[in-house]
């Protein structure tokens, strides 16, 4: 794979709520992809609303859902240093990169979802034809994109993430600002979903979207075999669905 240069876009949000419990980024959602890309040969810089140390959801370092992936990142120099130096967003360049990625956990729903420089940034990289991928509540960054014609982006689109019954399974219903399935149905969005917690990826043109943390592999490779067919400069390929 030719050098390509990717963004991750993540939360700087770490309190859920007012309930005083600690949120932040699952951490599945970003160590799976960071191997994948770096992998692949990819140059991945992290970035986020307040620059710095990402906080991770204390749930995500959990033993109960520990990954081959979360293991590995969690005792790598390297990657714990590359999420505690997140560059501030304000500071990002929708040109110097090729590929946009939001990872998700809670935290994304108050500080991404809405977010005027992540909506310029990402309606930068959707006018450009770059690939935009989301898993999770990372997708919720992508509620308030309009397109050059100035419509929701998401209208007519087929995404996924995390699901209202993925939501009412975790007790957080009451707690979140809204619920991600909701919102992407009434902005038009051509939803859908798997069994809670199971891999569910969708690709509709230069999107794709992963619905939980058991997506992360299989989101991760096809953001890769979608950087292999298209070129860059090039219209993206109106490929939904296609298996890697």
């Given at each position: 794979m030719k050098l390509i240069k990717i963004?991750?876009?993540?939360?700087?949000?770490?309190?859920?709520?007012?309930?005083?419990?600690?949120?932040?980024?699952?951490?599945?959602?970003?160590?799976?992809?960071?191997?994948?890309?770096?992998?692949?040969?990819?140059?991945?810089?992290?970035?986020?609303?307040?620059?710095?140390?990402?906080?991770?959801?204390?749930?995500?370092?959990?033993?109960?859902?520990?990954?081959?992936?979360?293991?590995?990142?969690?005792?790598?120099?390297?990657?714990?240093?590359?999420?505690?130096?997140s560059i501030v967003l304000e500071k990002i360049r929708a040109d110097d990169f090729d590929v946009a990625f939001l990872p998700g956990g809670h935290g994304p729903m108050w500080d991404i979802a809405g977010n005027k420089i992540v909506k310029q940034l990402l309606e930068a990289f959707n006018n450009g034809g770059k690939l935009i991928?989301?898993?999770?509540?990372?997708?919720?960054?992508?509620?308030?994109?309009?397109?050059?014609?100035?419509?929701?982006?998401?209208?007519?689109?087929?995404?996924?993430?995390f699901s209202s019954t993925e939501e009412e399974s975790a007790g957080l219903t009451r707690i979140v600002p809204f619920l991600l399935e909701t919102e992407l149905l009434a902005g038009g969005a051509l939803y859908t979903k798997a069994a809670n917690y199971t891999s569910h990826v969708v690709t509709d043109g230069n999107l794709i979207t992963g619905q939980n943390a058991a997506s992360s592999g299989e989101l991760a490779k096809k953001i890769v075999a979608w950087i292999q067919n298209n070129k860059p400069n090039q219209k993206p390929k109106r490929i939904i669905n296609e298996p890697v």
């Open positions: 963004l991750f876009i993540s939360t700087s949000h770490d309190t859920m709520g007012d309930t005083g419990k600690k949120t932040g980024l699952w951490l599945e959602e970003l160590a799976t992809p960071y191997y994948v890309f770096k992998d692949a040969g990819a140059e991945i810089t992290l970035a986020s609303p307040g620059g710095g140390k990402v906080p991770l959801d204390p749930k995500s370092q959990s033993i109960m859902v520990a990954t081959s992936s979360t293991k590995r990142f969690l005792t790598d120099e390297a990657a714990m240093n590359f999420l505690s130096h991928a989301a898993i999770c509540h990372g997708v919720a960054g992508l509620l308030a994109l309009q397109n050059d014609k100035g419509e929701l982006l998401i209208k007519g689109k087929q995404l996924t993430g």
